[in-house]
């Protein structure tokens, strides 16, 4: 079992994946493991059907390009799809980590503005 700091994570990470990736479930992944799974399979049809639309969503959720060039490549250790999918959860957990650790100090001289 995991600890709830780390679930958190999970869940933070599962969020911030779910929606760019349009992964739908009934029932969200347990582990890391079973994200990254659905994720790489995700990606997997993604490469097949909508490559340029998944290179957009790279660079929109920050994954670098030189970290997507040696995953990309034939004589890479593993497919296409899991490097990639490592990839995003791997960005994608720094980004819940940050949202975590760092609280931005609320704006002053805001309370006469109106939307």
């Known amino acids: 079992m995991m600890p709830s700091y780390d679930s958190n994570i999970l ?9 760019p990736f349009e992964l739908e479930s009934a029932n969200p992944p347990g582990s890391e493991e079973e994200l990254l799974s659905m994720l790489a399979n995700r990606i997997a049809e993604m490469l097949e059907k909508q490559p340029e ?18 995953v990309m490549r034939p004589d890479a250790p593993e497919p296409a799809n899991w490097g990639l999918a490592r990839l995003v959860l791997e960005r994608q957990k ?3 980590e940050t949202k975590r650790s760092v609280k931005p100090e609320p704006l002053e001289g805001m309370d006469d503005w109106t939307w």
């Open 94 to 96: 720094q980004r819940a």
């Open 11 to 19: 869940n933070e990470t599962v969020a911030l994946v779910r929606g």
């Open 53 to 70: 639309y998944l290179m957009s969503l790279l660079y929109r959720l920050d994954v670098l390009e030189e970290k997507i060039h040696p």
